[in-house]
């Protein structure tokens, strides 16, 4: 697998604005923010894609879903509402091939989806 900007700053080689870690992943704030609240959640299991996902590593998802979840909880915001979005290969909109989680939030945030 190809070295992204994720394995540089889950090493600590480069500085992030970390708010989660345990020993399965990590979640920072993103560097340029879709909302007013924007997390990314990334598993320290390396995998590109999530076409590259393997059956037995399919609760990965599962805990960066959940761990986003805790943090809205944490932070204040869960019942207001929050959007969780997983992209996948260059149409998808996926830019760095590691996956990971986007956590939206602290706005209404508008219907998407649709082709450009």
Same mark, same amino acid.
């Given at each position: 697998?190809?070295?992204?900007? /994720?394995?540089?700053?889950? %090493?600590?080689?480069?500085?992030?604005?970390?708010? /989660? !870690?345990? *020993?399965?992943?990590?979640?920072? %704030? *993103?560097?340029?923010?879709?909302?007013?609240?924007?997390?990314?959640?990334?598993?320290?299991?390396?995998? #590109?894609?999530?076409?590259?996902?393997? !059956?037995?590593? #399919?609760?990965?998802?599962?805990?960066?879903?959940?761990?986003? #979840?805790?943090?809205?909880?944490?932070? @204040? /915001?869960? !019942?207001? @509402?929050? %959007?969780?979005?997983?992209?996948?290969?260059?149409?998808?909109?996926? $830019?760095?091939?590691?996956?990971?989680?986007?956590?939206?939030?602290? #706005?209404?945030?508008?219907? /998407?989806? $649709?082709? %450009?």
């Amino acid at each position: 697998m190809s070295e992204t900007i /994720f394995h540089k700053i889950i %090493r600590r080689e480069i500085p992030a604005d970390v708010v /989660f !870690e345990d *020993d399965h992943l990590i979640a920072f %704030r *993103d560097i340029a923010p879709q909302a007013p609240v924007h997390v990314l959640f990334v598993p320290k299991t390396d995998i #590109a894609t999530l076409n590259d996902l393997k !059956e037995d590593q #399919a609760s990965i998802v599962g805990r960066l879903a959940h761990a986003a #979840a805790e943090y809205a909880k944490r932070e @204040g /915001f869960a !019942e207001d @509402g929050y %959007r969780i979005v997983m992209n996948c290969n260059g149409n998808g909109g996926q $830019t760095v091939f590691q996956i990971h989680l986007h956590l939206l939030a602290g #706005a209404q945030l508008g219907r /998407f989806g $649709t082709p %450009r």
